[in-house]
T-cell receptor, first 112, second 114 residues
Framework: QQPVQSPQAVILREGEDAVINCSSS?????VHWYRQKHGEAPVFLMI?????EQKGHEKISASFNEKKQQSSLYLTASQLSYSGTYFC?????????????FGKGTKLSVKP | GAVVSQHPSWVICKSGTSVKIECRSL??????MFWYRQFPKQSLMLMAT?????????EQGVEKDKFLINHASLTLSTLTVTSAHPEDSSFYIC??????????FGPGTRLTVT
């Protein structure tokens, strides 16, 4: 039931791009993306709803492919502040509203 | 907007005692709050869903008599870890759901049971 995130970890140089994927074997209603820095709580990035939408702000965007039950998070021209662990939280169609099941996370390290 | 606070930030307690953690939504009303625990370098595990004015819904494997949840108002939910043991040591995080879908997390409470 837990969504699968890939890659598990990625190291970037400042200015490089990255893609983080989140896949589910069950039909998704929504996908929520968070970034967590060490010792801190997760920070909400964005939510994507069923319907195959795309969203973005600044240099972080995401897409939701309903057919593939997959969401991807795109980080462009990465900054040092992007470092952290990225989690996707999935809400399943027909499931309890608001209950998120989180993936294991993708650790992103941006080096100068 | 959408700020969630937790208190305390960290607590150290002796085995056998009880600890209460508060979660407040500061600038919005949250009909639903969620409690998670997170072990080092692991993902967030949903423990229970807390709805204002009703009993909490616990996830499978979470002991409701050990982790008491009370959602007293639209801005406050509390988690009480009763008769804490060292294996209960963890990072406990709450989240509050705005309308219609977004969830915002509190800063977390690090519990250490000695």
């Amino acid at each position: 039931q837990q969504p699968v995130q890939s890659p598990q970890a990625v190291i970037l140089r400042e200015g490089e791009d990255a893609v983080i994927n989140c896949s589910s074997s069950k039909a998704l209603y929504s996908v929520h993306w968070y970034r967590q820095k060490h010792g801190e709580a997760p920070v909400f990035l964005m939510i994507l709803l069923k319907g195959g939408e795309q969203k973005g702000h600044e240099k972080i965007s995401a897409s939701f492919n309903e057919k593939k039950q997959q969401s991807s998070l795109y980080l462009t021209a990465s900054q040092l502040s992007y470092s952290g662990t990225y989690f996707c939280g999935t809400e399943y169609s027909g499931g309890s509203q608001g209950n998120l099941i989180f993936g294991k996370g993708t650790k992103l390290s941006v080096k100068p | 907007g959408a700020v969630v606070s937790q208190h305390p930030s960290w607590v150290i307690c002796k085995s056998g005692t009880s600890v209460k953690i508060e979660c407040r939504s500061l600038d919005f009303q949250a009909t639903t709050m969620f409690w998670y625990r997170q072990f080092p370098k692991q993902s967030l595990m949903l423990m229970a869903t807390s709805n204002e004015g009703s009993k909490a819904t616990y996830e499978q494997g979470v002991e409701k008599d050990k982790f008491l949840i009370n959602h007293a108002s639209l801005t406050l939910s509390t988690l009480t870890v009763t008769s804490a043991h060292p294996e209960d040591s963890s990072f406990y995080i709450c989240s509050a759901r705005t309308d219609p879908y977004e969830q915002y997390f509190g800063p977390g409470t690090r519990l250490t049971v000695t």
